[in-house]
């Protein structure tokens, strides 16, 4: 039986480097996509949490907490396109 089973393996392999042929340049173009979405959020978070007293002091706290969620929601519809 061994025989027969391996006359799927080349047809198989084919099939994969085909699909890995197609998906290989979208998945790279959409993990550079994630990575330059995430960048603006970090720094932004980072900045944030290094002037809270000012952002507190001033009553700025919606403002931010708004920017924040839409950078947020911007990296997760790159996220999960990468995943989905």
Same mark, same amino acid.
């Given at each position: 039986? @061994?025989? %027969?089973?391996?006359?799927? #393996?080349?047809?198989?392999? #084919?099939?994969? @480097? $085909? #699909? /890995?042929?197609?998906? !290989? %340049?979208? *998945? !790279?173009? &959409?993990? !550079? &996509?994630?990575?330059?979405? !995430?960048?603006? /959020? &970090?720094?932004?978070?980072?900045?944030? $949490?290094?002037?809270?007293?000012?952002?507190?002091?001033?009553?700025?706290? =919606?403002?931010?907490?708004?920017?924040?969620?839409? $950078?947020?929601?911007?990296? @997760? =519809?790159?996220?999960?396109?990468? %995943? *989905?």
């Amino acid at each position: 039986t @061994a025989p %027969w089973s391996l006359l799927g #393996v080349p047809p198989f392999c #084919v099939g994969y @480097a $085909l #699909v /890995m042929h197609v998906y !290989r %340049w979208p *998945a !790279r173009d &959409l993990k !550079r &996509l994630e990575a330059v979405s !995430r960048s603006p /959020m &970090l720094s932004h978070f980072s900045d944030t $949490l290094r002037g809270s007293s000012t952002i507190l002091t001033y009553s700025h706290e =919606q403002r931010f907490i708004h920017h924040n969620l839409k $950078l947020c929601a911007t990296y @997760a =519809q790159t996220h999960y396109t990468y %995943w *989905a």
